[in-house]
Each structure stands twice: as structure tokens, then as C-alpha cells.
């Protein structure tokens, strides 16, 4: 009992990162139907900048809560102005182009970020990993019988703020004018351009957006398993894609809801099944989903017009 | 959504005189091969670079099919190919002691290995008509993940099977393969995909590709041709595992992962959508890239540190060229068309469609 | 015309590999022989394929990929062998240089990097890989071409069975898992052992398999297997499934990119026994990653850093001065494989390809910094391993055992 009381701790910790990447892939697939493969990457380097932060506050000053602030403040810029310059240069000339040329860029822009990371060449950090420095003291808050169940401080901190991002997100898209716009957009940009919305401002804010939360959510990442490498944000990065495809790509409340299932998916797996079959059972459980409810759990599938 | 230009019309007629349209381009292709067999004979550094261009032609050239043709989104190509390559590999492994007593020992070989061959195409055409079943469903990138999905699904099969060598890989696959053997079925899919696009079947596909809706009112199949390609294209891409299998000393699951996958969507994508030339200029290009940039570097001597860190350099600066190439020509090399159609003017050029 | 862009670069591309197949001299026709039309010596002393006065060496590395971090630890130990033996003079009088291709981490592509080294770069000797699929691939060329080559540190059986010119300088895996089966049995007196082993890996997995049958040979009792891949960081699940079997210690044959954030989230959820594993648990990077939780674990390796040999010392300052970290085991096996290398060009009657494969054959009680090297009629070192303990921040000797 308290063995499945843990496994589902562990899960639904995996699955609060799948969903903190998951929401931004799924915003920037909103208002631009594209898939940012290099969303991953961009996390990436977002924990980098994080871990340089890190470094340069030195002991002291990184663990206290403006450090903590200053940490994901620097990073979350940092990945904002690199999405806003990927945008710019890589996307928004291939707006009107068929959708497969600006994800062959996507894919141009997640090797030259990835395989860059890994030279050890000036300020790059070159391949081998490092660990993250603890910017938050690791507290146990609750633990039952003889360590049998432990939740941790950042376990609950992340659930959170999962849940406040997906809440934040919702309110946004649905209630404020920048939301509306940004359906707007989704829905015909051209046609949201004659009604007087800025497109390319509100397309650029998405994507500064998607990508703070990019690196918010890889900072967590690190936190939470401590190591920090050029290749983290491949896999991770795939399995949020699959997470926001579970949930209904496109659809906010999905895409936490479909990482949190894919979390546990995986974790139940690996504690009850066999742990070499783990990639597969998430990968064939997202057929399965797609095969039952083909947009996703949320997601509906758009009747077409003739 | 988005709508493209107005297509060119797929042509009809072919460069070649339509008495000889049947078993010409054969009776082309085998001289010429072998006369390539024999230039190559000697350097195996060029045999083995143009084995793996050969291959990444097939692959781009099939994709092509589903990708371009039909328009439907796959990136799990390089699971049909692992699956091509290790149902062939262990098959000509367990055959390796075996001849055909009635042929000589090289002939034998030859026989068996396309045997090997056949089988591993159509294990992967299968597993073709199992993906390409959920299209009836899916659209879009729904079915891109579903792709991406049993790609990642086979890498884990064969991670897991001691019969396919689990992460060591599979390796003592006799290596049958040969230019002669790999160029001989570049230009059967070649074909192939020609004849798709020339024939009626063919502007079904394109139908399907920029309109579904309209060509299922139209009275096209949908579903039997969407199928159908998805089978088509994953039974070369298992062709292609199983060429590639017989000429690497050893296959293993770390190179038919999502990124290999991705590989031949860039190169039918840079190629332009729909193009078979496109895709093999494409795929040519971006076999040779890398050496290309090994071979500068290479002129930049062998002292000091960045001479020796500079072939690490190739991955990044390839990730960018595919950004800037892609800015330069959003709708790849040849667009939508042809490698004739693009060229010079000398070359008569032919009807160019609506545009 | 815009259209002529994308022919050109095409062309470019065609006009780069065409240049490839002209600076390679005709072979004289019979393939396969390409060691032999090497190693004729044109002047005594033999000569260099790629310019009078140098030697050229070829080396194939994951320098990008899942497995960088070790192939660039190799290439470091191999450069730094390179340089101290040019400042000594070089090799028969001759400066020695290399040629360093990256495999991307796939076999396919060390196979291609392999071949353009022996046909187009005309090295006389070739330096491996870590991972053993990929070393696998290039001794598969190596051997046909008849170029010698030495793999640093692929542990598995069958690299060098692909034949006589394939040699390595480290101990194989069936040997580094019994090591541990029996410290663990033996000196730590460990009844119930789990295992967790990257999936991703062969060597992690003929390690786990060794260990297991060892093991239990000797009468312990192996609790479960659970595995990882290479890259994941979340161990948790399987952390916590070992964790029911409540065993004495847990196995970890991987490397120390995972290693460090295994231990640390196996303290997380508990567990509380020592951890062991094998020599790819050696570098700095250990106690980084894994902090105060990798403290007091095992693991096999092939030499203590604490080795008073001056020899060992130097190695580790020198390296310290060029790379600004402490050299890990598979530096000091590409350090060692390309002294070893040296050594026997330098005892070679001359540069053809069964000469110095002769010269390397004959390798004996050579002193590595990673050991004392002696090469068997199998092609494989023979040497004895230490188990080390992890302490804060360094390693402590603990045992040594002998094949």
C-alpha cells in the first residue's frame, strides 16, 4: 500500500514536468499549428542560463528566495528573448509556407542548439553533465512508517505551480483581450489581421510566453533530478509532446491532465511491469488514446469544412 | 489552414517514347549500374559512402510517397527501416552456412540475400498497413505521433530481444551488399514513384494530399489509397534496412531512433514536397554535407585544438544550413516539381501547369 | 536566377566528395590490401602516407551524441599522449599526428569515419571508441583493411575476436563483473544484491549479466534487475521497486553521468545499502553529481588514483593542467592506448600494417598509467583491478584483485 502510495507520488512528480513543457508546446501548437521541436531545446538552454545564475551568485546568495527569483527571473528572460529571436528569424518568414518547412526549421534549430551545447568551445558547456546546485533546500514533508512514503518540498512546489500555470493559462486565454486575440489568431490569422489584431506581436508573445515557461519548467526539472546535460531536453521534450498530444494538443487543462496520465503511466510500468518496456508501453498507451479518441482526451476533432 | 499555391498538374506524359516506356528504363539502368560496379571497385571508401547515399535515396524517395504525395505526416520511417533491417539481418545470418546447391557459392549468396531482402521489405510493408490503418482516424499530426510512436515502440522491441543483439546490435551479418545491388533498387523505388505520379492512382494521392474532403466527394477511396502508399513506402524503407544491414558491420537500435527518422523528413522536405527528384538531390546533398565539411576542415590541418575539436563542429553547423536553406527556399529545391522542370531553359521545358 | 542556388550547392556537394575519391592514389587493384602498399618502405624507417616527415594516426570517437562526454574524455588522454611524445622527439625521428573523426554515437557512422581514415588518410594505426557496437564497427573495417587498431576501453568480448589486428588496453567485461560478484560476496558479505542496469548500454548489460551469474554462483541471491536508459534522470520507480526487495546493496554497471543521480534518488526514497559498479563510475563527475549519497559506495576500476607511482601522479597533474579536471578512467585508457600504440610504431621494423600489428602483439608488462599492461594471445589486456570506495570528494583503495 505504501509502495503504491510512492509510485504514485513519484508519477505524478514526473508527470508535473511533463506538464510544465507540455503547456508551452501546446500553446505555441495553438496559435501557430506548429510543432516546436525545438521547444525541448530551448528548455535546455534555459536551465543553463539558470545554472550560470547559480554559479555566479556562489552558496550563499542562490538559496535564499531572491536568489531562488533572480534564478528563474534570468532564466525565463533569457529563454523568452531566445524564442522571440527563433520566431522572428526561423518561423515568421515561413508563415505563409506549407507547415512542414518551418518544422524542418524547428528540427535545424534543435541540432545546432543541442549538438551546440555540447562543444567545449568558449562559453559552451561541452557534453558531459553537471549537477544543478541545490537552490532549494530538499525538505521532507511528510513521510509515513520507516521512510516508506516520502513527498518532498519541491515535489509540492512544482505540483503547484503545474496547477497555478494551468490556471493562469486558462484565465489568460479566456478572459483577458490578449486571450482573445490569441484565439483570434488560432482560429484564421489572416482573418484576426483584417479585424485589427497585431498577428505577428500576438504570435511573437506566445511564443516568449511558451518558451519563460519552457525554462521555468526545466529549472524544476533540474531541481528535481539535480543533473543538467545539452541532451535533456530530446527526450524530455518528446515526452511532453506526447503528453499535450494525449491530453488534446492545442488545449491547456488537457495538456496537464495528459502529462500527469503519462507520469503515472510510466511510473506504474516501471514499479509493477518490466522497467525495459517502459518507453513503449507510453508510446503504445498514446495510440491507444489516439485510436479510442483521435483528438486526444480533450482535444475535438475539428469537423472540416467542405 | 494553409492553403498552397495552385498546383502544377502531375504530368502525364513521360520523357521517354511511350513504345519504349516499359522495359526501357531497365534495360538502361543494369548496364550502367554494373559499369558503376566496376568503377567502384577499388576505392571502399566511395563504395561505402554511395551504399549509405543509396540508402538514404530510398528512404527519401519512398517517404516521399506518403509525405509528399499523399500529404500525410509520417516520421517514423526510420521504424520501418529497423524493422527491414533486422528481420533481413537475422535472416541472412541464420543463412549464412546455407548455398543453393545448384547456383555457385557468389550467386547463392546474391539469391538468398534478396530473398532476405523481400522478406524484411514486407515484414516492414505489414507493419506499414498496422500504422496506416489508424489514418482512417487520424489526421494531421495526430497520426505523425502515431508514426513517431511505433518507431519508438520497434526500438524498444529490439532493445529487448536477444535475438536482435539488444543494445550491443546485431553484427556478422555477411555483407552481401553492394552498389550494384543497393542502385539496382534506388531505381526500382525510383520507378515506382514515377509511375505513382504519372498514373491515376497517382492524382488520387494528390488529391487526397490538398483536398481530402473534395476527393472523398470526388469518389476517391481515401482510405484504400491512404493505406495503400503507407504500405508502399514502408515496404522500401524496409528494403532499405535490409540493404543497409548487409553492408554496416553491425546494426544496432541507436541508429533507427526519432533523429534518423527526422533526417529523411528534412531531406524529402528539402527536396520539395512531392518531388522525387527533389528527394534525391536532397538525399545526395545531405549524405555528402557532412563528409563535405569533414573533407574542409580536414584542409585546415591536423595541429592544434581546433583542428582537433572541429569535426564536432559538423552536427551544429548542419542544424543551422538546414535553417538557412530552408529560409532560401521554403518549398525545397524543386517545389513541387521535377528536376527537369527546374532546369535551364536549354532542357525543353514542359508544361508547367495553372502557375 | 533563383533556381540555380540549390543546384549549385548540390553541386558543391557532388564537387566535395569528388575531391575525396582524387587525393586517394589508385590502389594498386587487389582490395583489401591496402596495409600492404602502406607499409612499403621507401626508405628505411619506413615512411608516413600522409607527408614525409609526419605519422599520421586516425582516431573515431563519440564527440557529439548520447555517449560525447566519454569520447571526448578519450580524445583528451589520446591528444595528450600525442603532444608528450612529440615534445620527446616523436616517433623513428618522425612527428606524429592525428586525425580525430566524430561518430555522432552511431556505429554506421564510425564504420564510414573508419573507412575514410583508412582509405583517404592512410593512417597507420587506429584508435577505438568507448562503446563497444560502435568499436565493433570499425574492427570490422580495421580488420579487413589490415590497419591495426586499439580500443581504449570497449569492454565487451567481442571486439577483438573480429580478428588479429584488433587489440584493446583494457580488461574485459566478464572479468570486471566477477570482480565485483566477489568483493561484494566476499569482502562486503552481501547476501542480497539488486541490480539496476542501463538498458541503453551493452557494456552495463554484460556487466549486470556477469555479476548475476557470479553472484549467485557464489551463493548470494540476486533480488531483482530493474533497468534504466541511458539519458533518463528519474529513477525513481525503479528506486522504489528495489527498494521492496529490500536488498544488501544494488548494483549499478552504468556510467557516471547516471550513477551520481541514481545514488542521490536512492537516498531519496530510502534505500540506504552501498551501492557498486564498474570502472565507468570513474571521474570527477561522480561526486559532483552525486554529492554526500554516492559517498561509501564500490566500484571496480583499473587504477587508484592514490597510486603513489610517480608515473600515475604526473599523468593526473598533467592532464589537470591541460583539460582543468581530474582525468577519468576512460581518459587514462586513451592516454594509455596511445602509448601503448607509440610504443610499439616506435618498436616496429617499419609502418606497414602487419608490422606494427606484430609490435603490438608483443606488448608486455607495459607500464600504463591504468595499469600494467600485458596483451594475451586473445588481443586482450590482462590486468589486475582495484575496487576503490568513494569518499568525499576522492576515491579510497580498498582491495585489488587479480585475473
Known amino acids: 500500500m505504501a509502495q503504491l502510495l510512492q509510485h504514485l507520488i513519484n508519477g505524478l512528480a514526473a508527470g508535473t514536468i511533463y506538464a510544465l513543457v507540455a503547456l508551452g508546446y501546446t500553446m505555441v501548437y495553438g496559435v501557430l499549428k506548429l510543432i516546436n521541436f525545438a521547444h525541448g531545446d530551448v528548455m535546455m538552454v534555459g536551465v543553463y542560463m539558470g545554472y550560470a545564475t547559480a554559479f555566479v551568485l556562489g552558496r550563499e546568495a542562490r538559496s535564499s528566495l531572491l536568489g531562488v527569483a533572480l534564478i528563474f527571473a534570468v532564466a525565463m528572460l533569457g529563454c523568452a528573448l531566445l524564442g522571440f529571436l527563433i520566431e522572428r528569424f526561423a518561423y515568421r518568414p515561413l508563415r505563409e509556407k506549407p507547415r512542414l518547412t518551418a518544422l524542418i526549421t524547428a528540427i535545424g534549430i534543435s541540432f545546432a542548439l543541442s549538438y551546440g551545447f555540447q562543444l567545449d568551445i568558449g562559453f559552451l558547456p561541452g557534453a558531459s553533465p553537471r549537477a544543478f546546485p541545490e537552490v532549494i533546500e530538499p525538505t521532507e514533508w511528510l513521510i509515513i512508517g520507516d521512510r516508506d512514503v516520502v513527498v518532498w518540498n519541491w515535489q509540492v512546489i512544482s505540483f503547484l505551480i503545474a496547477v497555478a500555470l494551468m490556471v493562469g493559462l486558462q484565465y489568460l486565454v479566456f478572459r483577458t483581450r490578449f486571450g482573445r486575440a490569441m484565439r483570434a489568431v488560432s482560429w484564421d490569422h489572416r482573418v484576426a489581421a483584417l479585424m485589427g489584431i497585431p498577428t505577428d506581436r500576438v504570435i511573437a508573445l506566445t511564443f516568449m510566453l511558451g518558451s519563460a515557461l519552457a525554462a521555468g519548467a526545466g529549472l524544476l526539472y533540474a531541481i528535481k533530478d539535480t543533473s543538467v546535460s545539452p541532451l535533456m531536453g530530446l527526450y524530455v521534450g518528446l515526452k511532453a509532446f506526447v503528453a499535450a498530444v494525449i491530453g488534446g494538443i492545442g488545449h491547456v487543462p488537457g495538456a496537464v491532465v495528459g502529462a500527469l496520465v503519462l507520469g503515472l503511466v510510466e511510473e506504474f510500468v516501471v514499479g509493477y511491469a518490466a522497467s525495459t518496456w517502459r518507453d513503449a508501453v507510453a508510446f503504445g498507451f498514446l495510440i491507444l488514446v489516439l485510436l479510442v479518441k483521435p483528438g486526444g482526451l480533450f482535444g475535438r476533432v475539428a469537423a472540416e469544412k467542405v | ?31 550502367v549500374l554494373a559499369l558503376f560496379q566496376w568503377l567502384l571497385s577499388e576505392s571502399p571508401f566511395a563504395v561505402y559512402l554511395l551504399s549509405v547515399m543509396g540508402v538514404n535515396i530510398i528512404l527519401a524517395v519512398s517517404l516521399n510517397i506518403v509525405n509528399g504525395m499523399t500529404g500525410q505526416f509520417s516520421i517514423g520511417h526510420a521504424g520501418f527501416m529497423a524493422v527491414g533491417a533486422y528481420i533481413s539481418g537475422v535472416l541472412s545470418l541464420n543463412l549464412k552456412e546455407v548455398a543453393l546447391s545448384f547456383l555457385p557459392v557468389a550467386a547463392s549468396d546474391q539469391v538468398l540475400f534478396t530473398v532476405a531482402l523481400l522478406v524484411g521489405g514486407l515484414a516492414a510493408a505489414a507493419c506499414g498497413f498496422l500504422v496506416g490503418l489508424p489514418s482512417l482516424r487520424l489526421r494531421g499530426d495526430y497520426l505523425a505521433i502515431v508514426t513517431l510512436g511505433f518507431g519508438e515502440i520497434i526500438r524498444v522491441v529490439v532493445q529487448n530481444t536477444d535475438a536482435f543483439g539488444r543494445a550491443l546490435g546485431l553484427s556478422g551479418i555477411p555483407q552481401y551488399s553492394s552498389p550494384y545491388m543497393v542502385y539496382f533498387w534506388v531505381f526500382l523505388v525510383v520507378l515506382v514513384a514515377r509511375r505513382i505520379a504519372g498514373s491515376s492512382h497517382g492524382r488520387s494521392l494528390w488529391a487526397i494530399r490538398e483536398d481530402e474532403v473534395a476527393a472523398e466527394a470526388m469518389g476517391v477511396d481515401t482510405t484504400g489509397y491512404k493505406v495503400r502508399s503507407f504500405v508502399i513506402s514502408s515496404f522500401f524503407a524496409g528494403i532499405a534496412g535490409g540493404l543497409f544491414a548487409h553492408f554496416v558491420p553491425i546494426i544496432n537500435p541507436g541508429s533507427f531512433t526519432f533523429v534518423k527518422s527526422m533526417e529523411i523528413v528534412v531531406m524529402v522536405v528539402l527536396g520539395g514536397l512531392g518531388s522525387t527528384t527533389g528527394a534525391i538531390v536532397a538525399a545526395i546533398f545531405l549524405t555528402l554535407l557532412p563528409e563535405g565539411l569533414r573533407s574542409l576542415f ?57 502557375s | 536566377m533563383r533556381r540555380l542556388a540549390p543546384m549549385l550547392l548540390a553541386a558543391l556537394a557532388f564537387l566535395a566528395a569528388a575531391c575525396e575519391k582524387k587525393t586517394q592514389p589508385a590502389p594498386s587493384g587487389e582490395g583489401g590490401t591496402q596495409a600492404t602498399q602502406q607499409g612499403k618502405p621507401a626508405t628505411p624507417g619506413g615512411e608516413a602516407p600522409a607527408g614525409a616527415d609526419v605519422i599520421l594516426l586516425g582516431q ?9 562526454t566519454f569520447g571526448i574524455s578519450t580524445r583528451n588522454g589520446i591528444e595528450m599522449a600525442i603532444k608528450e611524445a612529440n615534445a ?37 594505426l587506429i584508435l577505438g571508441d568507448v562503446a563497444s557496437s560502435n568499436s565493433l564497427a570499425m574492427a570490422e573495417k580495421a580488420q579487413a583493411a589490415g590497419v591495426p587498431m586499439i580500443t581504449p576501453s ?41 541490480v539496476l542496469q542501463d538498458n541503453k548500454s551493452a557494456y552495463s548489460i554484460d556487466l549486470s549479466d556477469v555479476f548475476t551469474r557470479k553472484f549467485t554462483e557464489m551463493g548470494g541471491k540476486v533480488t531483482t534487475t530493474e533497468s534504466y536508459s541511458q539519458g533518463d534522470t528519474d529513477y525513481r520507480a525503479q528506486l522504489t521497486a528495489i527498494r521492496k526487495t529490500q536488498p544488501d546493496g544494488i548494483y549499478v554497471p552504468g556510467y557516471y553521468s547516471e550513477v551520481g543521480v541514481i545514488a542521490r534518488q536512492a537516498r531519496e526514497v530510502g534505500l540506504k545499502v552501498p551501492l557498486m559498479g564498474g570502472d565507468g563510475w570513474d571521474s570527477e563527475k561522480l561526486f559532483e553529481l552525486g554529492g554526500s549519497a554516492i559517498q561509501g559506495s564500490y566500484f571496480s576500476n583499473h587504477y587508484s588514483p592514490d597510486n603513489p607511482d610517480p608515473r600515475v601522479q604526473k599523468f593526473i597533474a598533467d592532464y589537470k593542467a591541460a583539460y582543468g579536471s581530474v582525468p577519468d578512467a576512460l581518459a587514462a585508457l586513451g592516454y594509455d592506448a596511445a602509448r601503448v600504440a607509440l610504443a610499439a610504431l616506435e618498436r616496429a621494423k617499419d609502418l606497414s600494417g602487419p608490422s606494427v600489428r606484430d609490435a603490438i602483439a608483443q606488448t608486455k608488462d607495459f607500464p600504463g598509467v591504468a595499469g600494467t599492461i600485458t596483451l594475451d594471445d586473445k588481443r586482450n589486456a590482462v590486468k589486475s583491478a582495484v575496487v576503490l570506495k568513494v569518499g568525499d570528494g576522492k576515491t579510497e583503495y580498498v582491495t585489488t584483485v587479480n585475473p
Request: some cysteine; overall charge positive; aromatic content about 6%.
Open chain 2, 1 to 31: 489552414m494553409m492553403e498552397t499555391p495552385a498546383l502544377p498538374v502531375p504530368e502525364a506524359r513521360s520523357p521517354i517514347p511511350a513504345s519504349l516506356r516499359g522495359i526501357f528504363p531497365v534495360l538502361v539502368a543494369l548496364p
Open chain 2, 298 to 354: 580536414n584542409a585546415l590541418g591536423t595541429e592544434g585544438t581546433l583542428a582537433q575539436k572541429v569535426d564536432q563542429i559538423r552536427m551544429p553547423i548542419y542544424g543551422l544550413m538546414l535553417v538557412a536553406l530552408m529560409l532560401s527556399r521554403p518549398q525545397g529545391l524543386f517545389g513541387m516539381r521535377e528536376i527537369w522542370d527546374v532546369l535551364p531553359r536549354w532542357i525543353p521545358r514542359r508544361r508547367r501547369g495553372l
Open chain 3, 60 to 68: 573515431v570517437g563519440a564527440l557529439t551524441g548520447g555517449q560525447a
Open chain 3, 88 to 124: 620527446a622527439g616523436g616517433v623513428k625521428g618522425k612527428k606524429l599526428a592525428i586525425r580525430v573523426y566524430d561518430n555522432q554515437s552511431k556505429p554506421e557512422e564510425a564504420a564510414q569515419a573508419t573507412t575514410r581514415l583508412i582509405t583517404q588518410d592512410k593512417v597507420v
Open chain 3, 154 to 194: 570497449s569492454t565487451n568480448t567481442t571486439v577483438t575476436q573480429k580478428g588479429d589486428y584488433i587489440f584493446r588496453v583494457c580488461f574485459i567485461d566478464p572479468f570486471q563483473g566477477y570482480v565485483m560478484a566477489k568483493f561484494a560476496r566476499e569482502d562486503l558479505k552481501l547476501n542480497k544484491v539488486a
